[in-house]
C-alpha cells in the first residue's frame, strides 16, 4: 500500500480534521527528530550533560546497556583521557591520581 492509498483511507474512515492533524504531526515529528540529531551532535562534540539535554531524554535502560555491551573496553574506558589532553591542555596524569 502506497503512502497516498493509506492516506486516501484515513480520510475515508476517520475523516479529514484527523487526517491533516495526523499528517501535520507526522511532518513534525521528522523535523523534531532532525533537530534532536543535531542538537545531540552538539552536545556530544562540546561534551554538554545534564538534566535538560536531549541526550537526557534518550538515555534509556535499553539503550545504555547496548552501548556497555558494544563498546570496547581494551582501554579500560581511559579512552576520554585523550580528550582531555587536546581539548582542555590537561595532563592526565597530572589529575587523575
Known sequence: MSRLEKY???LRERGFAWTALYALRMVGM???QLVDRLVVR???RR???GEDTVSAHYNSLVENR???EV???SRLGEEWTDGARI???L???????
Open 8 to 10: 486516501r483511507g484515513h
Open 30 to 32: 521528522k523535523y523534531v
Open 42 to 44: 552538539i552536545e556530544q
Open 47 to 49: 561534551f554538554i550533560t
Open 66 to 68: 547496548h552501548r556497555w
Open 71 to 73: 563498546h570496547d573496553w
Open 87 to 89: 581539548r582542555k591542555g
Open 91 to 97: 595532563d592526565p596524569q597530572e589529575w587523575k591520581n
